[in-house]
């Protein structure tokens, strides 16, 4: 039962339950989109839009805000006050149904194992949180239960449907930290029962695939972390064979002291990692290659050669292939889809026995940086700050010799932007101060005293 927790993972964070679960070949890959500006509907194959369907919606502005794809390949989406499903073949619809009306949230769930069923939870102020068994043929509710009376506007977060029932949290899941072990709802004996099974509520996606493996972000509480709002950030990538937490480990120590969203490429044999301004690979066998660019992606849709990129900017649809042996790739841009584009559908990747795939080799441990005895709270691209207090000298180099350029004043904003130094017993850092107003060396701290300190910890 744990590894079911990380197989419904991704449906919680990005409240996707939108995966078919089918193994393609290597050639054969498809993708479905949606934009809700004009209720448009693109189905991606062989490197072009093979059709290109208009979901017959009533108003036409009631557009999708969550869609799922069926397994007849129809489109079930939730809009404001109701669930439609729309064929896939011509944008008609099939069915539309209120829930009962006067609901003021619900959310998609998932398909039930015999895929006859999906799920969706409701909420109605002054009233009981409920799960509701849809068909997805004709839009008739099979079933019905209350989940508990939820405090303030809160809907029950939706995991996975295994064969044991309906995994839930009877809470919205809205603020992180949050960590909680799921209910189950068995819809046959109607009964509700607290698991084992656990849920955390983490800032990137849990990315699965076919064989159960995945990966995700954790935090090292021994690495140095960049973002702390919402408690220990995550900062390295692990790697988990067989689906079970036990089993994971660290594969990739994230050298931008965060880890962003989570994606299997190229068939599984590669994860890539979504920064604003670069993707970093990490292949199977430990190495790691970055790909710079001017914008961050809107949508990453791995590929079994590859990945298929949507940026918001120019509303292009690119397919990305890495080079064998190289660390670069070839890209063809596909189609240019503008407005608000949203995953429907994105084939799993990966083998069905672990054998077909490399195992990723574990990370090398992390080591301080360590001068005279005092061992350095920061890294290489690291943001922080000067401590409250006193300001830290600016010098044209590390050192006590060296000329000073200017003064940082307490609690000012900085970047480490080289590798520390050891000079006159302390820690030096090149940085780049308040974003481009300054560049210099500044000492981190003495006997033990800091004066300077990751953002993470100011945030905290």
């Known amino acids: 039962m744990r590894k079911l927790a990380f197989l419904t993972l991704p449906v919680l964070i990005i409240l996707a339950g939108l995966l078919a679960a089918s193994v393609h070949a290597q050639s054969d890959w498809q993708a479905v989109l949606y934009e809700r500006g004009t209720n448009q509907v693109f189905f991606i194959g062989d490197n072009s839009v093979a059709r290109t369907v208009t979901l017959?919606?009533?108003?036409?502005?009631?557009?999708?805000?969550?869609?799922?794809?069926?397994?007849?390949?129809?489109?079930?989406?939730?809009?404001?006050?109701?669930?439609?499903?729309?064929r896939g073949a011509d944008g008609t619809q099939i069915f539309s149904n209120d829930l009962g009306g006067e609901i003021d949230d619900y959310r998609l769930g998932s398909f039930n194992p015999e895929e006859t069923a999906f799920s969706v939870a409701t909420y109605r102020a002054g009233s009981s949180g409920m799960i509701h068994i849809i068909d997805p043929t004709t839009g008739a509710t099979l079933q019905s239960a209350a989940v508990r009376e939820l405090a303030g506007e809160d809907v029950a977060v939706l995991g996975g449907w295994t064969a044991e029932g309906i995994l839930f949290l009877p809470t919205c899941a809205c603020e992180p930290p949050l960590v909680a072990h799921y209910h189950l709802w068995n819809p046959e004996t109607n009964e509700v029962t607290l698991t084992a099974i656990p849920y955390q509520l983490t800032a990137n996606r849990v990315a699965t695939l076919t064989n159960d493996e995945f990966i995700t972000g954790r935090n090292d509480p021994a690495y140095p972390s960049n973002r702390g709002t919402h408690g220990p950030p995550s900062n390295v990538v692990v790697w988990s064979p067989s689906g079970a937490s036990e089993d994971a480990f660290p594969i990739y120590f994230a050298y931008r002291l965060w880890v962003p969203s989570l994606f299997w490429t190229a068939n599984g044999q590669q994860a890539l990692l979504n920064y604003p301004d670069s993707t970093i690979i990490l292949e199977r066998d430990g190495t790691s290659w970055e790909i710079p660019r001017d914008v961050s992606p809107a949508q990453i849709i791995g590929t079994s050669d590859g990945w298929l990129e949507w940026h918001h900017t120019d509303g292009m649809l690119r397919h990305h292939m890495p080079i064998p042996g190289q660390a670069q790739t070839t890209s063809q841009d596909i189609a240019t889809i503008p407005g608000d584009v949203q995953v429907v559908y994105a084939p799993p990747l990966g083998a069905d026995d672990l054998s077909d795939l490399l195992p990723f080799p574990p990370a090398e441990g992390?080591?301080?940086?360590?001068?005279?005895?005092?061992?350095?709270?920061?890294?290489?691209?690291?943001?922080?700050?000067?401590?409250?207090?006193?300001?830290?000298?600016?010098?044209?180099?590390?050192?006590?010799?060296?000329?000073?350029?200017?003064?940082?004043?307490?609690?000012t904003y900085l970047m480490?932007?080289?590798?520390?130094?050891?000079?006159?017993?302390?820690?030096?850092?090149?940085?780049?101060?308040?974003?481009?107003?300054?560049?210099?060396?500044?000492a981190e701290g003495s006997n033990g005293s800091y004066w300077l300190e990751p953002l993470f910890m100011a945030n905290e």
């Open 56 to 86: 017959d919606t009533s108003p036409p502005e009631d557009y999708a805000i969550q869609l799922m794809y069926s397994p007849q390949q129809d489109i079930i989406i939730r809009q404001e006050r109701r669930i439609a499903a729309y």
């Open 416 to 442: 480490t932007i080289s590798p520390a130094q050891c000079v006159d017993g302390l820690i030096w850092w090149q940085v780049d101060v308040n974003y481009g107003e300054s560049i210099g060396w500044t």
């Open 366 to 411: 992390f080591t301080p940086f360590t001068c005279n005895g005092m061992q350095s709270r920061l890294l290489q691209n690291m943001e922080a700050r000067v401590t409250p207090g006193p300001p830290n000298n600016l010098r044209a180099g590390p050192g006590r010799d060296a000329n000073i350029i200017a003064e940082i004043p307490g609690a």
